[in-house]
């Protein structure tokens, strides 16, 4: 048992990690709250140490009444919710195949987690040009041998597109999450089940899937984090254009346009109360599994 001591020791050893967290969350936190606040347009001139204007709100209401601010947030919204169905679905079946005995399990298990460890950049740039290219592309080839009319994949279906992406991407990760969930699963339960006369299904649905509860609410929760600030596979595809510009890449298109860091911050500090929502939506619905 630890004793008064040892505890006040181990505080005093945990102090400077904890501090410098606190540092490296609430430095940028504060700095980004105050440009918010000013005029701040490094590329003309403007520098901190000589002071910058002051414009109250007025940046939060600039970047709110932009006719692309509410799109982009429902852009955001969809795209988080698309890949999240697409992963935990085509997670749990791919996490019940790879728990069955088959030839080269290794080698498959290997092939299915691959794709995480690819940069999203690179990934985007492999689907962009290899599979959905309109006239290279593998799947206009595909289409053309079917007799169909190859598809402009990001631009008929940009959004679709994004999503298949990071699917792809984040589909190993989920499908580890519950493949290991899967074999901790005590196999007596199954077995008693299949002796008892249940079919497959049935002990998918109250045996298997109540199981994985505290896997896929991680696996929700720690991709949603990633994905609500989605960037790299938006910037390399489609640039924003064809609706499919989210408000990460909204906040970089302003400061871009306007070259003012200010409105950027503003913009930010939006994507913060946006995460934070959605946070506090998932672990009120979802993260109640997190408790059982």
Known sequence: MATKASRSAARVMMAPAVVLLLGWMLVPLIMTLWFSFTKYLPLRGDSIERGLDWVGFSN???????????????TTLIMVGGVLLITVVLGVLLAMLLDQP???????????????????????????????????????HLWRFFGAEPVA????ASLTS????????????????????????????????????????????????????????IVILIQTIFLLSIFAEIFVTTG??????????????????????GLGSAGGVYAII????????????????LDA
Not at 110 to 116: N, R, S
Not at 153 to 156: A, E, I, P, R
């Open 60 to 74: 939060y209401s600039r970047f709110i009444s932009s006719n692309a601010f509410w799109p982009s947030v429902q």
């Open 102 to 140: 088959l030839w080269g399990q290794g080698v498959v298990r290997i092939l299915v987690i691959a794709p995480f460890f690819v940069m999203p950049t690179v990934s985007a740039l492999v689907w962009k040009n290899m599979l959905m290219d309109p006239v290279n592309g593998i799947f206009s």
């Open 153 to 156: 994949w990001l631009q008929d």
């Open 162 to 217: 994004i999503i298949m992406i990071a699917s792809w991407q984040w589909l190993p990760f989920a499908t580890l999450i519950l493949l290991t969930a899967i074999q901790s699963l005590d196999s007596e339960q199954l077995e008693a089940a299949e002796m008892d006369g249940a079919p497959a299904l049935k002990r998918f649905w109250f045996i298997v899937l109540p199981h994985l509860g505290r896997a896929i609410t």
């Open 240 to 261: 924003g254009a064809f609706g499919t510009r989210t408000l990460t890449y909204l906040i970089f298109q302003r400061v871009i346009d306007s070259q003012n860091i």
């Open 274 to 289: 946006l995460a934070n929502i959605v946070a506090i939506f998932l672990m009120r619905i979802v993260g109640k599994n």
